[in-house]
T-cell receptor, first 113, second 111 residues
Framework: KAGVTQTPRYLIKTRGQQVTLSCSPI?????VSWYQQTPGQGLQFLFE???????NKGNFPGRFSGRQFSNSRSEMNVSTLELGDSALYLC????????????FGSGTRLTVV | SQQGEEDPQALSIQEGENATMNCSYK?????LQWYRQNSGRGLVHLIL?????REKHSGRLRVTLDTSKKSSSLLITASRAADTASYFC???????????FGTGTRLTIIP
């Protein structure tokens, strides 16, 4: 059974640009969540999608957005990048709303210069 | 925001010894989960304990939960070099499945 796939693994962007990250969940999983990990703030929840609907949203500015497609694949977009957006972005999928835990992808390391 | 703190922040032990790390949280929870992260890669789910459970085992892992003290501990017995990683606790609320993570414990196993 394939795991959670995140692309790309590494990304370097310039301040002011926008970026789109992709996440393919485990087959059959309908819940996809996104997290940001930085040395200063640790692991922070961004948003969760379930059956193409955003179900939860963390405390991030509107520059951070996401969506989920009918095949459960999800994308997150960050517009007008700032240096502080440099982080490891992790995607997690679950079958029954995380009742049995989440499976995480390997993450996308975003560096903003 | 972080749900709580993990203690200690870093722990170094000899291979074969037991490792214990603690997690405290602030609000009522639905369940508490422990994850392992190797060198800034993805998180691996280790074990989940529900708010009405007090202890759970999985292989060399033992987790306890004390909801009156809002704390949990993770015990890894007979540690191995491959256990070297960062360990995070994470909680979920009732009706809200987002994970709220602790600050993490960096565990180093010395061969």
């Amino acid at each position: 059974k394939a795991g959670v796939t995140q692309t790309p693994r590494y990304l370097i962007k310039t301040r002011g640009q926008q970026v789109t990250l992709s996440c393919s969940p485990i087959s059959g999983h309908r819940s996809v969540s996104w997290y940001q990990q930085t040395p200063g703030q640790g692991l922070q929840f961004l948003f969760e999608y379930f059956s193409e609907t955003q179900r939860n949203k963390g405390n991030f500015p509107g520059r951070f957005s996401g969506r989920q497609f009918s095949n459960s694949r999800s994308e997150m977009n960050v517009s007008t990048l700032e240096l502080g957006d440099s982080a490891l972005y992790l995607c997690a999928s679950s079958g029954e709303s995380g009742r049995y835990g989440y499976t995480f992808g390997s993450g996308t390391r975003l560096t903003v210069v | 925001s972080q749900q709580g703190e993990e203690d200690p922040q870093a722990l170094s032990i000899q291979e074969g010894e037991n490792a214990t790390m603690n997690c405290s949280y602030k609000t009522s929870i639905n369940n508490l989960q422990w994850y392992r992260q190797n060198s800034g890669r993805g998180l691996v789910h280790l074990i989940l304990i529900r708010s009405n459970e007090r202890e759970k085992h999985s292989g060399r892992l033992r987790v306890t939960l004390d909801t009156s003290k809002k704390s949990s501990s993770l015990l890894i017995t007979a540690s191995r070099a491959a256990d070297t990683a960062s360990y995070f606790c994470a909680t979920t609320d009732f009706g809200n499945e987002k994970l709220t993570f602790g600050t993490g414990t960096r565990l180093t196993i010395i061969p």
